[in-house]
């Protein structure tokens, strides 16, 4: 089972920025997608952007669009996340996620937490 690690959570000011990174046990080529999804008490967890591991198309949802960016490194078998201009609504824990080629069961990480507060 392919472990995916989170990082790069912390709180932080409206307006600042933050990068997550995710790092997975296996070279990500063997997945269909890599994408990052968020999740806030009392909430079902929402995807916020999602990339191709072989053509690096990314999407990323209205509610981030140019403020977000994904992107992957291949070498490094990783996802991030870089997030400008965060406002207090983006505070939420954030999961990456996986989709094998083999299964296509999606894989989750255990998670980092963002707190956008002043």
């Known amino acids: 089972q392919v472990r995916l690690v989170e990082s790069g959570g912390e709180l932080v000011q409206p307006g600042g920025s933050l990068r997550l990174s995710c790092a997975a046990s296996?070279?990500?080529?063997?997945?269909?997608?890599m994408g990052w999804y968020r999740q806030t008490p009392g909430n079902e967890r929402e995807l916020v952007a999602k990339?191709?591991?072989?053509?690096?198309?990314?999407t990323v949802v209205s509610s981030v669009k140019g403020r977000f960016t994904i992107s992957r490194d291949i070498v490094k078998g990783a996802i991030y996340l870089d997030m400008k201009n965060l406002k207090p609504e983006d505070s939420a824990d954030y999961f990456c996620?996986?989709?094998?080629?083999?299964?296509?069961?999606?894989?989750w990480g255990q998670g980092t937490s963002v707190t956008v507060s002043p």
């Open positions: 996620s996986a989709l094998p080629y083999s299964t296509l069961v999606r894989q």
């Open positions: 296996e070279s990500i080529v063997r997945f269909v997608t």
């Open positions: 990339i191709t591991t072989d053509g690096g198309i990314a």
